[in-house]
Structure formats: C-alpha cells, structure tokens
C-alpha cells in the first residue's frame, strides 16, 4: 500500500502508512527504498540519501536502489558518489534508461558534455515517458553549440508540459542566440507568465525579463521592452552581472530605477 501511495503521488498518506510498517519491518529494503521516495518528494535529500543507502546496503541487487541514491547524491552535489551509485545501477542493469539520465547530469555537470549527451541520447530510448530528459539534452547541445538541436529537444520537452517556465525561458535564449527575436519574445512571454506569480522568485526569472526586453527591442517594440527591463530591475539580485547595464538602458529613456 505504502509503495504504491508512494508511486501515486500521495506522499502524505505514504509517509504514515511506511512509517508504520517500519516499525513492524525494520530492516526491509523496500521500506527503506520507500522511505527513501519519501524524503525526496520533500527534498530531504539527505535523509533520502540515508534511507537508499540502507536499502542498497540491505538488498545490492536491485538497480532502482542504486539509481536513487545516485539521485539522491546528485541533488547534494557529491558528484563522486552519485557516479559509483549510477554505474553499480548500469552494471546490474543496462537497460535502467533512468540511471542513464542520472548519469548524463553528473556528467553535464561535471563538464563532460559529449558523454552526458550520449547518455540522455540512451536514456531516451530506454524510457521516452521521462519527458525531463529532453530538458538536460537540450542544455547537452546548446553547451556543445549545437543550438538548433537543443532548440528542438526544448520544443519536445514543451511538448509534454507547457507549464515549466524555466524550459521556456531556455527556449527564447535559444532562439535569441540564432537571432529569431520574435519567436524568442514568444517563448519568454510563456516563461515570464509562470515566473511572475511565483514566491520567492525563481532564479531564471530576471535573466527571462532580461533577455525578453531584448528580443521586444529589436522589434522596434520599446515602450514594452522597458516595462521587462524595469521588472528586471525590481527583481534581480544587486549583484547581477548586468545590473548597470540594463539601469544605463532605462536610465537612458528617463525611467527611474529605483
């Protein structure tokens, strides 16, 4: 019951279901695999960590264990550790498409962006239900310069959940990059609508306004760049790399920017 409240999304009505059964099953990998889901739902990752960890520790067989707590160890930055986790899940089974994904962003991470792209490439094939991983490829290829691809893997991640406004947000970057300012102004129209309404602000949202101000620029279309160059303003860290630039920009159609 608790596994599957688990893989339901009940993370709630999980959490009091295992918690009870681990009293009763205390050393059952499956329970501290569970518990482990848990925790990441919540972004506990520590805690989740420890719960995979038992559960490799507890049965070493199962390669959905060990990707977890690659996962896990990813979330925590401890790259090292997330690698020998991921590769123990490929040993078992090679055909894990989720180990693969993990793996690819260890690697994106780590600077290793050929492998990372072979991996989501993989991953991909092995599990095309795990629409995330368009996401990280499309960032593979825009790192490798490869910008029409990474425009059209962002295109299919979209494709799969319109409501991620960060994905947006890379999208109209890209499509600034290869010069299609109305398509990007599109693109950051979506990012900025989701970004918006969002406490605290998410950290992609300034740069979207940013670099939505820009593509209406190039349009002609100034009056409204300057409201995305002022929203910029309001909500960018002080230590923005282009804070003084964009204040010279307002500054320069007489708008305050304080």
Known sequence: LGACQVEAGHIDAAEATLTNVAKLRPNSADVSYFLGRVDFARKRYNEALTNFQRSTALDARQSEYQTYAGWAALELGSLGQALEFVNEALELDPSMGEAYWVRGRIRLRAGAVKDARDDFERALKLKPSRYEIYAHLGDAYDQLRQVR??????????????ERGEWW????ALFMDVG???????????ATALGDPQKPVPPWLPEAHRVYAEALSLQGRQD?????YQKYLDIAPSTALDRQDVEAIVKAYGHKTD
């Open 224 to 228: 409204e760049a300057l409201v995305h």
């Open 149 to 162: 691809s990474a425009i059209d893997a962002y295109h299919k991640a979209l494709s799969y959940d319109k």
């Open 180 to 190: 299609q300012p109305r398509e990007a102004q599109q693109a950051l129209s979506q």
């Open 169 to 172: 947000a890379r999208l109209g």
